[in-house]
DNA sequence: TTTTCTTTGTGTAAAATTTACGCATTGAAA
DNA sequence: TTTCAATGCGTAAATTTTACACAAAGAAAA
């Protein structure tokens, strides 16, 4: 489909698009997965359009699929950015003729750089599952780390700020980690986490009290082995009452 | 502008709307205003397209001017919604029929009867100061009571409950108020405000401790007389300390 | 093999916040 | 003049949040 750009617009809809900002977490780190636009070093967030017979929540998962290899990602709207110049806050010169050099001119006129309300959302994935992909305006597809995020394309560097105002905004209500971390972590690893995302300290003996008490976490016989120091338990978490905690909603109060 | 319709949308997205939730306050409810289409008893809510030259935010605001009279109304926008159908949600022939007698037969398919992806917003209103006045499509234009909001066309009655829980969410973590109510109003009045929007009883020694702590009302020499009981206070909202616990966040935690 | 060093596991007391509640006062209506 | 419902104000109890110390484990260093 990617192949062949102009028959996939034609059954798309024009002046609405959606971007993802896709949250991974590795090495201590909150990192997002950027592309860089082909023949250039601009660099945007994956996105693309609506197809006239798929909801905007199902071209976000096929959007998404495509450039993580992931099938069922979370994903959560967050804002819908429909300013007028939306497309041309990044307006370097330079870039934008590297652009119709490699595209043709023009090219991007009735497709990229037209007014374009775009919906924005969020995803959080296991950062060793993706596989991150370039699509058909990209040629390189990789991880950043939240603090090394150059200057993108678009309004893409305010739908970061926002993404991340709203997955903060929803840690203080929600169980997290799930779709973050993988099946097993030990309890610091799961407090790097929320201290990543909530950019905040937390008292371990406190954490580790307010988590369990959620209920939502299994203690496992299995010790993470192989640091210099004592040995901490595994723990994972209990789906069902995960899914019962992020749906009544949780106050992560510290 | 709304007299000469296809000039408008040749001038305006057309694959993207906007839908305001118009709250506003009195005698102790919530209300919505709604808008009955021509020569039908089909109701929705206020909406309507963006402009190509316009933000989206600014189209809202626009549009509710046209509906309320008000200039500068409280927006916020709280979600877009994207199913491919949501504009048959509600598809009673025997509307559609009359709706077609009305407009003409097929008048609709390429404006309103299309798919459209529509950016949700909800607005705080003085109840009083509101001109409830229709647009094109709709001779009448009045406040609902949140209970009695009859089924409405298209995806509007999921808007309203999408809008309620957005206010409720807002409400837990920001002061409240000052778009809804009168310049000058009593403790009372303000609870029985929190209590509908959350819809919970609070004890008023503690209300009122909460609130004076925020540090945003002024307690003026004025009495409200004429009921059959101790006279109240008036207070007001100082602006400015308003703003700022709006800018801040404050945790309602009663 | 022993020692060292860093990190983990656990419980309790203090502080702060939230909740519960009583009584005197006001003002219109009876 | 009395009655009655609602307001204004303050304190005690309950709950929640925060602060904090010491023993044990396990790899690395000596």
């Not at 201590?28 to 023949?39: A, D, I």
């Not at 210099?228 to 994972?236: D, Q």
Request: proline residues 4%.
């Amino acid at each position: 489909m990617e192949h062949n750009l102009k028959e996939f617009f034609d059954k798309a809809l024009k002046e609405v698009s959606l971007d993802c900002t896709v949250f991974g977490f590795h090495e201590g780190e909150l990192k997002v997965l950027l592309l860089r636009w082909k023949g250039t070093d601009g660099w945007s967030l994956p996105g693309g359009h609506i197809l006239l017979d798929e909801s905007a929540d199902d071209a976000a998962n096929r959007i998404l699929t495509q450039r993580t290899g992931l099938n069922d990602v979370y994903l959560q709207q967050f804002y819908t950015f429909g300013n007028v110049n939306r497309y041309t806050y990044h307006p370097e010169k330079e870039l934008l003729e590297k652009l119709e050099a490699t595209f043709g001119k023009g090219f991007f006129d009735g497709i990229i750089f037209r007014r374009v309300v775009s919906i924005g959302y969020y995803a959080l994935v296991e950062f060793d599952q993706v596989q991150p992909t370039p699509d058909w305006f990209t040629d390189e597809c990789r991880w950043w780390s939240l603090a090394d995020v150059p200057n993108l394309l678009f309004d893409h560097n305010e739908m970061i700020e926002r993404a991340l105002k709203a997955l903060r905004q929803h840690t203080r209500n929600h169980p997290i980690g799930y779709n973050l971390l993988p099946e097993k972590f030990t309890m610091p690893e799961l407090q790097r986490l929320y201290e990543t995302i909530l950019d905040r300290q937390f008292d371990r003996r406190n954490f580790q009290k307010l988590l369990m008490s959620y209920d939502i976490l299994e203690r496992l016989d299995e010790k993470r082995v192989g640091a210099a120091n004592k040995s901490p338990y595994l723990y994972r978490f209990v789906k069902e009452k995960y899914d019962e905690a992020v749906a009544a909603g949780v106050s992560f109060s510290m």
